[in-house]
């Protein structure tokens, strides 16, 4: 039975009981439940596994050497979901102590599985918006890294901070304006689009994208925060309607020619 096969009464009881269970592990300087929980073949065990992490973490300051020194030693655990859940783990401690987890993150970005790489890509997300000086000043060391993927993942990890805030990872996006792969350019187009539709945001990008060189980049990406603001996509989130963007973007890129 998984998690949300269960009533809401005993997801909550049994949340606690997860998070009881990791708390007696880790004061008997021990990690069996922590390995049970962070192996579980259910997305939402593993969830309620790594937030319990961090609410002992944030609570029992008595616990956190305990806490890290576990976490480091199942971060090479041969199973994929366990290194996958220590990730997240980390990213909860990220949000206000990174320094303590960024070796997690450093390692964890070559890791073999897509798994594990895109919970670093999580991560990364809410600890850049919760805690962004220490964790974008990280990322703009690994932003022009030679693995695409590893760009890849920066370029996707970041996104969230640039959703409120997007001059402040609009400089690290700016850096693979010319990275001729695939992958790279599609998520670096994918995140301009999803860091312009909230209420003052569409400006600062705009502002920028003019001083990209690129220039079939930045088509590729006014396209996508055109469509960003569609009905089919975020019409019902956005500060501005489709047509007001349209307008915007012809006042700003005046000449700019987007038929195909």
Same mark, same amino acid.
């Given at each position: 039975m998984g998690y949300y096969d269960l009533s809401k009464q005993e997801r909550v009881a049994l949340t606690a009981e997860i998070q009881h269970e990791m708390q007696q592990d880790l004061e008997k300087e021990q990690h069996i439940a =922590? #390995?049970?929980y962070f192996s579980n073949e259910d997305t939402y065990i593993r969830k309620a596994a790594y937030l319990g992490i961090g609410r002992i973490y944030n609570a029992m300051p008595s616990l956190?050497? !305990?806490?890290l020194h576990h976490l480091t030693l199942l971060h090479t655990h041969e199973n994929e979901f366990v290194r996958h859940t220590v990730v997240n783990a980390a990213g909860e401690i990220g949000m206000f102590q990174f320094k303590k987890? #960024?070796?997690?993150?450093?390692? !964890?970005?070559h890791d073999a599985h897509h798994r594990v790489r895109n919970a670093v890509i999580g991560s990364v997300k809410k600890m850049s918006q919760k805690n962004p000086v220490p964790v974008l000043a990280w990322a703009k060391k690994h932003i022009d890294h030679d693995s695409t993927e590893i760009r890849r993942e920066i370029c996707h990890g970041i996104e969230l901070r640039?959703? %409120?805030?997007?001059?402040d990872i609009l400089p690290l996006l700016k850096t693979l304006q010319f990275d001729d792969q695939k992958r790279v350019r599609d998520t670096l187009i994918h995140v301009l689009g999803q860091?312009?539709? /909230? /209420?003052?945001? =569409? %400006? %600062? #990008?705009?502002n920028d994208l003019k001083k990209w060189k690129d220039q079939a980049l930045v088509k590729e990406a006014l396209l996508e925060i055109i469509d960003v603001h569609s009905e089919k996509r975020y019409a019902k989130f956005t500060a501005l309607t489709q047509q007001q963007v349209v307008l915007a973007i012809e006042k700003q890129f005046d000449g700019v020619d987007f038929s195909n």
């Open positions: =922590l #390995v049970t956190r050497v !305990s806490i987890v #960024v070796h997690f993150f450093d390692t !964890s970005l640039g959703r %409120t805030h997007p001059q860091i312009s539709y /909230k /209420k003052g945001c =569409l %400006t %600062t #990008v705009l």
